[in-house]
């Protein structure tokens, strides 16, 4: 017998036997339970922000990543006090430098006219 004559009628073998479609696995929601139990009692009396604020100074590099899979895609900045690209930073801080080397330029000045 081929497959299309198993699957026609009322009897279709196994079709539809599966778990519902977007239901978990359940031994992935198993195992994530345990993850998360274990951490908590990881944490001490802090539980699971207790673990994760330890981790985060023990392994920054991980724990970044971790942050960077739970912090929203998309950013709200306040319109009064926008969010600054990497460029108007730079520009900001070569603007404070120069400042910061004319008022020592002119602090130079009146230390050599007064000595």
Sequence with gaps: MSDDQRK???????????RPKGSPNKTTALL?????QA???????EG????????????PGPFMALLGKVLPTQLAGDPDNPIRTKLEADEAFAA???SMASVAAAAARGADEAG
């Design 8 to 18: 026609e009628g009322v009897n279709r073998g196994n079709a539809g036997k599966g």
């Design 32 to 36: 994530k339970d345990a993850i998360l």
């Design 39 to 45: 951490a908590e009692r990881a944490g001490g009396p």
């Design 48 to 59: 699971l922000v207790g673990y994760l604020e330890a981790r985060a100074i023990d392994t």
């Design 96 to 98: 404070f430098a120069r």
